[in-house]
């Protein structure tokens, strides 16, 4: 969607607002009204914990449905969201920008003591402001952190289905495109299967609610370059990724369960040293850098433009291991210090 930086100065629209209105306004209805297993989130500091109604693929499925009856009767063009181009990323950026900026003013103000609605304000204004102040907000019982995330997953297959039918429109249908479309879409409908793991993840449990965490939730969008599927990295980010969450998410449930076949090994009685966690402290975050990666190295090496998401994926996450492992050091003490000289990897075994 994005062809190059300089599209960027493109203003948000009308046309932008309604579409992402729409779009949310659905996500918020189709969250609360159909069936889901209700999952217990993590215990946060009070003792309480949230519970997160599991049913976003129904919801993809039941809004792709939808939305492919709306084209058949001629009520909307498939390739709306790829003719609104850079529009819809400048009204979603706009969209964060305020949204963040409500979610900063109402924190301030906010006197719950609670651990979800605690506000943890520092002073700094634009601290404040990108990371949040509040760690689960919420508005008209829709938890704003799950909701923005299930949004930016499903944005990006609405985004691709879109992309594609206006390939399909220009005649310009690749092999290349096929793959790319076949391996989004099996990403997405994984990661819906195994939503409930979305739970236990640093996202959830620990970040609060700022920019930067709507935006990079919301600000989907696509380079006009040649796509390609590096299949051994697409692949690789699968099995690690969505690998480490779900051994993490398993240990937390059963702490006994087996891991790779073996019982495992667990640190003080809390940290999970076997698996996927027995190689690297975050070899999460590896699956993910695989998978950017994965989408740029076929566009070749004429252009840094297709290497933004990648390197800016790899500035982040480095950036939250790092505080994570700052938290982590603070919380588990000599606990952690044992796990970093059994695990001592932080993301890239043997590198970093």
């Avoid at 659905?26 to 993590?42: C, D, E, R």
């Avoid at 760690?135 to 923005?148: R, S």
């Amino acid at each position: 969607m994005l062809s190059s930086l300089s599209s960027l100065m493109v203003l948000p629209s009308w046309s932008g607002a309604i579409v992402l209105t729409s779009y949310f306004g659905y996500l918020a209805i189709a969250g609360s009204i159909l069936p889901g297993k209700l999952v217990p989130g993590a215990v946060l500091s009070d003792g309480t914990r949230l519970h997160y109604r599991c049913n976003g693929l129904l919801s993809l499925l039941l809004l792709i449905t939808l939305l492919g009856i709306g084209v058949g009767m001629n009520m909307m063009l498939p390739t709306v969201i790829a003719d609104l181009g850079v529009q819809l990323f400048s009204t979603t950026l706009l969209f964060s920008l305020l949204v963040s900026l409500m979610l900063y003013a109402i924190g301030c103000r906010s006197g719950d003591k609670s651990s979800s609605l605690k506000s943890h304000v520092t002073g700094n204004i634009v601290h404040d402001w990108w990371y949040g102040v509040q760690l689960n907000p919420d508005f008209l019982g829709v938890d704003l952190k799950f909701f923005f995330v299930r949004a930016g997953m499903m944005g990006w297959i609405l985004i691709n289905l879109s992309i594609l039918a206006k390939s399909v429109k220009d005649g310009k249908l690749s092999l290349s495109m096929i793959l790319y479309q076949t391996y989004s879409m099996l990403y997405v409908l994984d990661y819906f299967w195994y939503e409930e793991f979305m739970t236990s993840t640093w996202d959830i449990i620990a970040e609060r609610l700022g920019f930067m965490l709507v935006f990079g939730d919301l600000g989907w969008w696509l380079l006009e370059n040649k796509v390609d599927l590096t299949k051994a990295a697409a692949l690789a980010n699968t099995l690690v990724f969505r690998g480490s969450n779900g051994q993490k998410h398993v240990f937390k449930k059963d702490p006994k369960a087996h891991i790779w076949g073996k019982p495992p090994k667990v640190i003080g009685g809390k940290l999970l040293a076997s698996g996927y966690w027995g190689i690297a402290r975050h070899c999460n975050y590896l699956g993910d850098l695989l998978l950017a990666l994965s989408f740029s190295l076929p566009c070749g090496a004429s252009s840094v433009v297709p290497y933004f998401y990648p390197i800016y994926l790899l500035i982040l996450l480095i950036w939250r291991e790092r505080r994570d492992e700052a938290r982590c050091r603070q919380k588990y003490k000599e606990i952690w210090v044992e796990y970093c000289r059994l695990v001592p990897w932080r993301i890239l075994p043997y590198v970093y």
